[in-house]
């Protein structure tokens, strides 16, 4: 018998852990949409995702003509992926890329992520996807427009 909530998704036992991380997490896979006119109700204009062995890009979704354009990476290696986080505590880390290294906060309770920038219209969310992946989100919000998604998906290393 479950004691959880009319239509709740979640089993007694089974909460999400928003305990914190630990660890270096590098990035794998980062998909980014674009919406025609940089509104969202105008619709998708592209989505791009970026792997570690290629990129794929779909655009004209939802018309009668819509293409996929797929892009492999001659002569990659994993170890060229210089993003990463590295979560230090339950509330803190840092965030690295090829040439710069940033602090962040972080709580996984909320989603909130935080590494200092300062532009009023982006918006972050971090998930913990699994025992090993967590997802950044990012967007760009004026409220009127969205103009783009961004989501980068880091697995531990």
Known sequence: MSCGKPGSTVKPGNSPDV???SG???AFKNADTMYADNIRSHGIFEIEVLTLYGDTTYQ???TA???VSVNILQNFSPDMIADTLTFNSSTAGIES???ASYPFLYSLGSGKFDDGDTDPNAIYKLTKIDAST???VIYGFD???TSD???TFYKKL
């Open 19 to 21: 305990s914190g991380l």
């Open 24 to 26: 270096k997490y590098a």
């Open 60 to 62: 004209n979704i939802g």
């Open 65 to 67: 003509h819509p293409t």
């Open 97 to 99: 890329g090829k040439n």
């Open 134 to 136: 967590v997802k950044l």
């Open 143 to 145: 409220g009127t427009y």
């Open 149 to 151: 998604i961004s989501a």
